[in-house]
């Protein structure tokens, strides 16, 4: 089967760094990609990731190891606004996204 | 930018009802999902389509029905709604098949009471 895990929820301080990991079993694999979802919004995209090595944009980072089957955002210089869920998605062989169940972030000044 | 609307952020209905759900993109994607998304659960593919007139069953489409007879529009139908289909439904469409980012709509919150 296809299996996307994140941890549920993470904790943090503001002005700190804080990385959500994501495991991944799937069918094929051509990408990888991260959206944040703000409570009660839709998901917006923040990066994708289809080669190894990590994808720096401004605060937030990805990183994937195809070989590893493991991916994580890295988010530095926390603000409140960044409370949000994380969700992790693989693209597989079929160009379909399967995706994690997500990670609750919770920022404490 | 990237448009997505749904005809409804909140609805209401009751037992066996019909339910149509509308989602409209403004960027002349080719390809439409409809999600649902329940706390605890990744988001889970109901339908999609690739082109006008066109849809394959995705994770779960038992209940379900879609229609697409415009490229922009993509309808999904609860042919006889019951309680265990109360979620957050979600649109999204892609431009591409082989880079699959999707644009999300602001998602119906459907109640079945």
């Known amino acids: 089967g296809q299996n996307i895990d994140q941890p549920t929820e993470m904790t943090a301080t503001e002005g700190a760094i804080v990385q959500i990991n994501c495991t991944y079993q799937?069918?094929?694999?051509?990408?990888l990609f991260w959206y944040q979802q703000h409570a009660g919004e839709a998901p917006t995209f923040l990066s994708y990731?289809?080669l190894d090595g990590l994808e720096e944009k401004g605060r937030f980072s990805s990183f994937l190891s195809r070989s590893k089957g493991y991916s994580y955002l890295l988010l530095k210089e926390l603000q409140m606004k960044d409370s949000a869920s994380y969700l992790c998605?693989?693209?597989?062989?079929?160009?379909?996204?399967?995706w994690g169940a997500g990670t609750k972030l919770i920022i404490k000044p | 930018d990237v448009k997505v609307t749904q005809s409804s952020r909140y609805l209401v209905k009751r037992t066996g009802e019909k339910v149509f759900l509308e989602c409209v993109q403004d960027?002349?994607?080719?390809?439409m999902f409809w999600y649902r998304q329940d706390p605890g659960l990744g988001l889970r593919l109901i339908y999609f389509?690739?082109?006008?007139?066109?849809?394959e069953k995705g994770d779960i489409p038992e209940g379900y029905s879609v229609s697409r007879e415009k490229k922009e529009r993509f309808s999904l139908i609860l042919e006889s709604a019951s309680t265990n289909q109360t979620s957050m439904y979600l649109c999204?469409?892609?431009?591409?098949?082989?880079?699959?980012?999707?644009?999300f709509g602001p998602g119906t919150r459907l109640t079945v009471l």
């Open positions: 960027m002349d994607h080719e390809n």
């Open positions: 998605a693989v693209e597989d062989s079929n160009y379909q996204l399967i």
């Open positions: 990731n289809v």
């Open positions: 799937t069918s094929g694999f051509n990408g």
């Open positions: 389509s690739y082109d006008v007139k066109m849809k």
């Open positions: 999204a469409s892609s431009l591409r098949t082989d880079y699959n980012e999707q644009f």
